[in-house]
Nanobody, 119 residues
């Protein structure tokens, strides 16, 4: 199993920046596909970005060019640098870890951190 703890959320003005961090503990971190998801009030949870153990990244169209995901397999951490934030980025952001074992995905979630973009 993997335990995930997010930090770094908060209130920021439009155009500002935040950096989210996710600290992992438990099994071998480097084996996991790591991602950030978000859920705004009244909306479904959506993928923001993910990163493979080898560093291949994937972004939602809505954040391309503004957000950057990275990971440190030694520190067992994943980060989300968010720049040029917009009010529509307001949501609870969740760290996610996935591992494929024998055809089955094992998925773990953090408790979430609130990001509010408002003037």
């Amino acid at each position: 199993q993997v335990q995930l703890v997010e930090s770094g959320g908060g209130l920021v003005q439009p155009g500002g920046s935040l950096r989210l961090s996710c600290a992992a503990s438990g099994e071998i971190f480097s084996l996991y596909l790591m991602g950030w998801y978000r859920q705004a009030p009244g909306k479904q949870r959506e993928l923001v970005a993910d990163i493979t153990s080898g560093g291949i990244v994937n972004y939602a169209d809505s954040v391309k060019g503004r957000f950057s995901i990275s990971r440190d397999n030694v520190k067992k951490a994943v980060y989300l640098q968010m720049n040029s934030l917009k009010p529509e980025d307001t949501a609870v952001y969740y760290c996610n870890a996935k591992k494929l074992v024998g055809g089955t995905w094992y998925t773990y979630w953090g408790q979430g951190t609130q990001v509010t973009v408002s003037s």
